[in-house]
């Protein structure tokens, strides 16, 4: 599916000032498409669920997130969505902390299961 295609859908989207609405709208400013008319905005993952399941609303979602979706969810890939990455950063000059080292070996577990399900 192509995102021009669901401008006249009701969207969920993340609310302005996060990461998440910041790929929002770099996706529809790069492929040159508006921003949809009817929105409703939320940064809470269940709301999003509950709007799309209820009301037939539409939203971004990742592969991970959408995977724990059931029906009546349906999910369709869109082309123009791209890909978000994260990344660690640490001080050379120091060990990295317990809760640091922590995160780091879950992200890595998480990279590679998601790897494993591409």
Do not use: C, Y
Not at 47 to 72: E, F, K, M, Q
């Amino acid at each position: 599916m192509k995102l021009v295609q669901t401008l006249d859908e009701l969207w969920v989207l993340p609310r302005p000032g996060g990461s998440a609405f910041a790929h929002a709208q770099a996706m529809f400013l790069n492929v040159g498409v508006e921003w949809p008319r009817r929105t409703l905005s939320t940064n809470s993952v269940s709301l999003t669920h509950r709007l799309v399941a209820r009301i037939r609303a539409v939203a971004l979602v990742n592969r991970v997130t959408a995977r724990g979706w059931s029906a009546p969810v349906r999910t369709i890939p869109l082309v123009e969505a791209g890909h978000r990455k994260i990344g660690l950063r640490r001080r050379r000059t120091s060990e990295p902390s317990p809760a640091a080292q922590a995160f780091a070996q879950i992200a890595a577990r998480v990279q590679q299961r998601q790897m494993n399900h591409a």
